[in-house]
C-alpha cells in the first residue's frame, strides 16, 4: 500500500473495501465532502474522532488507516528506532522468577539511573540516549526482582521496574509500536500484582491507557480511565498519588473527547483542574508531569480534538504561561497541537506552519515521528504555494518522509 499520506491510504482501502465516498460518508456519519477533501489531501485528517469513524466503517485498524512506524533519511527522525529490537529482546524475554542476565549494577544505582536520568531523557524527547539506556536497566532489574531477599528491596525494585516500563512502553508507542507498548504494559502489571500498593496500579493502568489499540478502543479507555480513577481516589493521599490520578482525569477527559460527550469532558477537566490545585505546579517534578499548567497543555489537545481552530486555539494557547513548560516533550505537543488546530483555519496557514517548526525544533525526534503532526504539514503543503512558507514546509516534509 502506499504510505505516504493518510489520504491515499484512504483512498486505497475505500476502493479495496468496494465502497463509493458517499457510502464510507455515511458509514462514518460523516459528509461525503470530507471524505473527498480528505483523499485528494485538501483537509487533515486528524481528529481522533474522524480516525476511529473511518477505520470502524472501513473495518480496519487505526494503524493501517494511518500509517505504523516508518523510517525517513532524516538520522534525528529514524536513529530513535535503532533501541527498539533490544527493547523488544529485553521485554518479551525476561520473567520476575527467570532474568535473562546473570548479574547486575546495584539495585540503588539502578533506581538513581532511572529516576535521574532515563526518565528526564524521556521528558526531553531525547530517544536515542534513553534507547540506550533501557534495555540494560530492564535485564539488570529483572535480575534484582528474582535476588532480592528483604522486602525493602523486593519492593524499589518490582517499583523501579514499573517506572521503567511506563518508559518504554511510552517510547514505544511515541514511536509508534504499539504492540511493543502493551507488552510493557504486561510487565509492568505482573509487577504491581505483587506490590500491595493502589498507586503502583494505579501507574500501570495509565500506561495501559496510553497503550490501548487504536482501532475502535475509544468507549473502553474512557470507561477504563474512569474506572481506575474511581478506584484510585480513595487511596491517593500522597503527591504520588494525586499525580496518578490526576493524569487518570486527563485520559478520561480525553476519551471523552473523542466519543464526544461534551458534558463528561467538563466534569473530568474539573476534577484534573482541582486535583492540580492540590499538588505544586511542577512539571519537571511531578509524576507525569502533572500539574496545573499541564492541565492546560491537555486542555489545548482536548480543545483541538473538539475541532477548535484558529482564533479559538489561539485563545486557549494564550492561558499557558509557556514559561513553566520546562520538559522538551510536553513543549513540543503543546506546540504542535497549536500548530494543527491553526492549520484548519486558511487565513491562518502561516501561522500554523510557524507554530509547527517551534514544535520541531523543541523535540525533533518527537515531532518527526508522531502521525498527527505528519498528516498537517502533508496537509499544509498540499495547500502551500511556492513562498517562504512552502519553503518551510518543504523543509519539514523532508524530515519527516512525506512526499514533497
Same mark, same amino acid.
Given at each position: 500500500m502506499d504510505e505516504a499520506t493518510i489520504g491515499a491510504r484512504l483512498r486505497i482501502l475505500r476502493r479495496w473495501r468496494g465502497m463509493t465516498q458517499v457510502e464510507l460518508a455515511g458509514l462514518a456519519d460523516l459528509s461525503p465532502s470530507f471524505v473527498s477533501m480528505?483523499? =485528494? +489531501?485538501?483537509?487533515?485528517?486528524?481528529?481522533?474522532?474522524?480516525?476511529?469513524?473511518?477505520?470502524? !466503517? *472501513?473495518?480496519v485498524s487505526e494503524t493501517d488507516l494511518v500509517g505504523g512506524p516508518h523510517l525517513s533519511s532524516d538520522r534525528m527522525q529514524s536513529d530513535p528506532h535503532t533501541a527498539i529490537p533490544a527493547l523488544r529482546e529485553a521485554l518479551q524475554t525476561n520473567k520476575l522468577t527467570a532474568p535473562a542476565v546473570d548479574r547486575a549494577r546495584p539495585l540503588a544505582?539502578?533506581?538513581?539511573?532511572? =529516576? +535521574?536520568?532515563?526518565?528526564?531523557?524521556?521528558?526531553?524527547?531525547?530517544?536515542?540516549?534513553?534507547? !540506550? *539506556?533501557?534495555p540494560d536497566v530492564l535485564n539488570e532489574l529483572y535480575w534484582h526482582t528474582a535476588q532480592a531477599d528483604d522486602e525493602a528491596s523486593r519492593r524499589l525494585a518490582l517499583e523501579t521496574l514499573i517506572e521503567v516500563c511506563v518508559a518504554a512502553g511510552l517510547t514505544a508507542k511515541d514511536l509508534g509500536y504499539v504492540d511493543l507498548a502493551h507488552v510493557a504494559v504486561l510487565r509492568a502489571e505482573e509487577a504491581a500484582a505483587l506490590l500491595d500498593d493502589p498507586v503502583q496500579r494505579g501507574k500501570v493502568e495509565c500506561l495501559r491507557i496510553w497503550a490501548f489499540p487504536r482501532e475502535r478502543s475509544w468507549d473502553?479507555?474512557?470507561?477504563?480511565?474512569?474506572?481506575?480513577?474511581?478506584?484510585?481516589?480513595?487511596h491517593a493521599r500522597t503527591p504520588v498519588g494525586l499525580h496518578v490520578l490526576g493524569m487518570l482525569t486527563l485520559h478520561a477527559a480525553l476519551g471523552a473527547a473523542v466519543v464526544q460527550r461534551p458534558g463528561v469532558i467538563d466534569h473530568w477537566l474539573a476534577e484534573a483542574g482541582q486535583l492540580a490545585g492540590r499538588v505544586t505546579d511542577d512539571i519537571k517534578g511531578n509524576w507525569q508531569s502533572f500539574s496545573q499548567t499541564n492541565v492546560g497543555l491537555w486542555s489545548v489537545a482536548i480543545g483541538v480534538e473538539r475541532g477548535e481552530s484558529g482564533g479559538?486555539?489561539?485563545?486557549?494557547?494564550?492561558?499557558?504561561?509557556?514559561?513553566?513548560?520546562?520538559?522538551?516533550?510536553?513543549?513540543?505537543?503543546?506546540?504542535?497541537?497549536?500548530?494543527?488546530?491553526?492549520?484548519?483555519?486558511?487565513?491562518?496557514?502561516?501561522?500554523?506552519?510557524?507554530?509547527?517548526?517551534?514544535?520541531?525544533e523543541a523535540g525533533p525526534q518527537l515531532i518527526r515521528n508522531h502521525p498527527p503532526t505528519?498528516?498537517?504539514?502533508?496537509y499544509l503543503l498540499n495547500r502551500a504555494r511556492a513562498d517562504s512558507g512552502g519553503r518551510e514546509l518543504r523543509g519539514m516534509a523532508a524530515r519527516m518522509g512525506v512526499p514533497h
Open positions: 480528505v483523499e =485528494t +489531501g485538501q483537509r487533515p485528517l486528524d481528529r481522533r474522532s474522524h480516525i476511529a469513524a473511518i477505520a470502524s !466503517a *472501513l473495518r544505582e539502578l533506581a538513581q539511573e532511572v =529516576t +535521574g536520568r532515563i526518565v528526564p531523557m524521556h521528558a526531553e524527547a531525547n530517544y536515542v540516549s534513553e534507547g !540506550a *539506556l533501557l473502553r479507555r474512557l470507561a477504563a480511565a474512569e474506572s481506575a480513577a474511581e478506584d484510585l481516589e480513595p479559538s486555539v489561539l485563545e486557549l494557547a494564550r492561558a499557558i504561561d509557556q514559561s513553566k513548560i520546562t520538559y522538551r516533550n510536553r513543549q513540543a505537543c503543546f506546540l504542535a497541537d497549536v500548530g494543527r488546530g491553526l492549520a484548519r483555519e486558511p487565513r491562518m496557514r502561516g501561522e500554523a506552519v510557524r507554530w509547527l517548526r517551534r514544535a520541531e505528519r498528516e498537517t504539514v502533508a
